[in-house]
Each structure stands twice: as structure tokens, then as C-alpha cells.
């Protein structure tokens, strides 16, 4: 028995039911991965939700590790396309030294965060809106993603005329939720992978 698999940006690939049950069984040898990250992700939301010196500390890491994964993705972008690779690369080298710059100063990353708050939270918030809207045909829970967009928008115009104390606390609650929802979905990810050996 075989069955036809699409994979978007790859191409059409054929499988046997086989092949597909050992890459599931391959996926979940390594769902423990999954929980380790997300046990540290909670352990992140906890130290920055204590609002002390650590907390600032810890959100110009979490900065510096989104920027890592965001150049290696660009590096990994730069191999497998077709062209342009040198600009992949370029943003690759760009997110590479700002990781390295928020590892080195992440107290600095931390205060020019916090003042260009407001300006965070528009992208995000327009970012969540538009996913909204690009999951309504598939997810039934889209209108969740579109009033946390709505609320994120809001939360940016009020942040934009707050001083700078009231923007960094607000910015640590954020940092702090968000790490923590980031660490329960990956826990809850790591089981739903580990349920995948009993598939097939």
C-alpha cells in the first residue's frame, strides 16, 4: 500500500504507510526534547515574573535566543533555495550579531525593548490579526487568535504614551506570560509526540 504525500516548498513524494509509521516512531524517541525545553521556558517565566534584576537579565536572553533561531533559520534558507541566497545569508550574519549583542548586553537589549514598547506590541498585535484571519478556514478557534490581536492593539497604543518604568514593568508581565504559555504548549507538545508510537 502506498499513499501519495504533497509537501509544500518540496515537491510530491511517495511513501509506504511502512516508512511513514518508522519516521513517527523516530519523531517519538525524541519527545522528551520537547519537555525539557518547555521545563525551561516555565523555569524563564518564573525567574522574570519575580521583577528584580534577574527578570531583565533573562528577557534580553530570551531576545538573543529568538534572534539565534531566527538566523539559523535564515541560514537554512540560504542552502535550500533556488536564489537569492546571499540575501538569506546577509539577515543570517544581521540576526546573528544581534543575538550575540543581546547575550553580551542583555540588560541594554531590555531597556530599548521597553522604549519602543508600543512599537512591539503593533507588530504583534497585527501579526496575531492576520494569522486570525489565515486560520479561519481551518481552525475553529481563530477568533481567539483575533481578539488577543485586537487586545495586543490596544495594550500598544495605551503603552505608547506610558513613562518608561510603568513600559519595562509592563514589558516583564508580557515576557513573563508569554514565556510561560510558550513552556505549557511545548510540554503538552511533548506527550502529544510521544503518543505518536502508538500510531500505526
Given at each position: 500500500?502506498?499513499?501519495?504525500?504533497?509537501?509544500?516548498?518540496?515537491?510530491?513524494?511517495?511513501?509506504?504507510?511502512?516508512?511513514?509509521?518508522?519516521?513517527?516512531?523516530?519523531?517519538?524517541?525524541?519527545?522528551?526534547?520537547?519537555?525539557?525545553?518547555?521545563?525551561?521556558?516555565?523555569?524563564?517565566?518564573?525567574?522574570?515574573?519575580?521583577?528584580?534584576?534577574?527578570?531583565?537579565?533573562?528577557?534580553?536572553?530570551?531576545?538573543?535566543?529568538?534572534?539565534?533561531?531566527?538566523?539559523?533559520?535564515?541560514?537554512?534558507?540560504?542552502?535550500?533555495?533556488?536564489?537569492?541566497?546571499?540575501?538569506?545569508?546577509?539577515?543570517?550574519?544581521?540576526?546573528?550579531?544581534?543575538?550575540?549583542?543581546?547575550?553580551?548586553?542583555?540588560?541594554?537589549?531590555?531597556?530599548?525593548?521597553?522604549?519602543?514598547?508600543?512599537?512591539?506590541?503593533?507588530?504583534?498585535?497585527?501579526?496575531?490579526?492576520?494569522?486570525?484571519?489565515?486560520?479561519?478556514?481551518?481552525?475553529?478557534?481563530?477568533?481567539?487568535?483575533?481578539?488577543?490581536?485586537?487586545?495586543?492593539?490596544?495594550?500598544?497604543?495605551?503603552?505608547?504614551?506610558q513613562f518608561f518604568i510603568e513600559k519595562a514593568y509592563m514589558l516583564l508581565v508580557f515576557a513573563g506570560i508569554w514565556a510561560l504559555?510558550?513552556?505549557?504548549?511545548?510540554?503538552?507538545?511533548?506527550?502529544?509526540?510521544?503518543?505518536?508510537?502508538?500510531?500505526?
Open positions: 500500500m502506498q499513499i501519495n504525500v504533497t509537501t509544500e516548498g518540496v515537491g510530491n513524494g511517495t511513501y509506504t504507510v511502512r516508512e511513514m509509521s518508522a519516521a513517527r516512531q523516530e519523531l517519538a524517541r525524541f519527545w522528551w526534547l520537547w519537555l525539557i525545553v518547555g521545563i525551561a521556558w516555565i523555569v524563564g517565566a518564573l525567574v522574570i515574573l519575580q521583577f528584580d534584576a534577574a527578570s531583565v537579565a533573562t528577557v534580553g536572553i530570551i531576545v538573543g535566543v529568538m534572534f539565534s533561531v531566527a538566523s539559523a533559520q535564515q541560514f537554512v534558507l540560504a542552502a535550500v533555495a533556488d536564489r537569492l541566497r546571499w540575501l538569506w545569508a546577509i539577515f543570517g550574519v544581521l540576526f546573528g550579531v544581534s543575538a550575540i549583542i543581546c547575550f553580551i548586553h542583555p540588560e541594554d537589549t531590555f531597556a530599548a525593548l521597553a522604549d519602543i514598547l508600543g512599537f512591539v506590541f503593533v507588530c504583534v498585535g497585527v501579526w496575531w490579526t492576520i494569522r486570525a484571519f489565515l486560520l479561519k478556514a481551518t481552525e475553529s478557534t481563530w477568533w481567539l487568535e483575533l481578539i488577543s490581536g485586537v487586545l495586543m492593539l490596544a495594550m500598544a497604543f495605551w503603552t505608547s504614551g504559555m510558550h513552556g505549557i504548549l511545548d510540554i503538552v507538545g511533548a506527550f502529544r509526540i510521544r503518543n505518536l508510537r502508538n500510531v500505526l
